[in-house]
């Protein structure tokens, strides 16, 4: 590494350090939010995501107000988004629910005890094992039980990428799943896994994936199926390079 890119990698993680103690101050402010969140962490002992992902996915669903949610990985998120729903309800009247999946039976268990009792009607946990899927050129992993719903939005943190077949680390499918059999357009936040980050730019098109490298984060435009690229797609820019 020369000593630009290491001064570059300095400076973003001392900026996404700020952004991530600006995001919990603004958290702490929001006294229902952080007395739910606050309690569940301490319970969990999980650091889970960052502040900065807290509070993008509470803002995501409080601006957006999806009705139907698909979160890949149960965790504090499902928290955060659920006590967005919560207050969404409150003072709009608008419903929505998380269909949050787990690959962990350990961490199933664990998510359906400590779900807090008011934030139960917004959520279903459901426990799944993760199996291979394919589109074009891409193998992924995804959950295996995951409900025929019109998802509005997908937040992206699981299953894990391992294949079952031969080891080899793959991608998060099942956002492009769900955008396949899609009929109305569909938002996603995916965690930091670059891996799932790479493809879903190379299987979108321009326009409908970015990557921020301070937040660690890939966010999906609202897309349909109609923004996947085809095999005749990766044909055709190969033959450009010839």
Sequence with gaps: MNTIDYLRRGVVRRYRKLLDFRAKKI????????????????????????????????????EKKPSEVLECSTGVSTIVMACAMMINEKENGVIGRITSMEESPKYYDLACQLLPVCLTKYVEIILSPKVEAYYCLFRGMKYGNVPDREYDFVFIDGPTTKTLSDGQKTFDFDFIDILAKSKKPISAIVDGRLSTCYVLNKILKRGKFRYDNVRSMGYVNSCTKSDMKTTNDFVNTYKDLK
């Design 27 to 62: 958290i702490q402010k929001n006294d229902e939010l952080w007395s739910i969140l606050s309690s569940y962490i301490s319970k969990t002992g999980s650091t889970g995501c960052s502040y900065i992902d807290y509070w993008e996915l509470y803002s995501f669903i409080r």
